[in-house]
């Protein structure tokens, strides 16, 4: 066996080991739940979830209000436009730093193909807009009870 | 006015600074800073995050903001697609020039916080007068 081998702390195996765990946190960084956010690229980014009644789409909206915003439903998708404003200050101001972004937006979102709707609400509230739409009767859960023959 | 689209971002984690009591993420908001002649502004969005959550914390010329979101989604909803995160939000700053303790206004509409600090006036010559023993 070559002497470098010999050298304590340095195994061929143990080499295999750190490789492996290197290995295990790269997928991790790839392919784990740490990146996997904006898949649609498009602003805003939204969160969709549900309840038994209702299909809620949730996005980040800073300081957009409602009359800065229209909110439409065609079809099964459901578009988002609005306009993000940020008030021009005095004119005596000077910027140390200017990181928030003003502009339009126009968005589609696709409702998951069951997701006929009913009604629709929309409020905004800490920057959050919330749209609750109400799944119609017949795609709730029902409950089937099994009779005893 | 719309001149511009706005970019999909995915929002800034913030470090880790020693260990949270609170599980979750922290993220830093993305603020404005600006001056004028007597007053020192601060602007941050903090989305989600209400007025009563917010905490503010200066010490000397050190600002900490932190504001405190309410869990993601209500009682008996289950996510079915995420694309953005939430979490609390914090950042420091250390301030240049002398802020007046007592006169700091925030307040905080549709998730973003305003800040006016105003500064402290600059001492003033004083005369100093001898008197005659």
Redo the contacts between chains.
Sequence with gaps: MPIFFREPGRTPLRELEQLQRRMDRLFQNTFGTEQFPWRAGVYPLVNLSEDKDNLYIRAELPGVTAEDLEITLQDNNLILRGERKIPAEENQVNYHRRERESGFFRRIVALPAQGRVDKVAATCKDGILTITMTKPEETKPRKIEVKVG | ??????????KEEAPAKGERVRPGRVFVP????????ETL?L?A??????GDKVTLDLKESHLTIYGEVGP???A??????????TGDYQREFHLGSVIDQSKIEAT?????LRLVMHKVEKAKPRKIEVKVG
């Design positions: 006015m719309a001149e511009k689209e706005l970019q999909a971002k995915v993305a603020v404005d800073i600006f001056e004028t002649p502004v602007v969005e903090m989305p989600g995050v209400s993601p989604l209500g008996g909803e289950t996510m079915v697609d995420q694309e953005y995160f905080m509409k549709d998730g973003v």
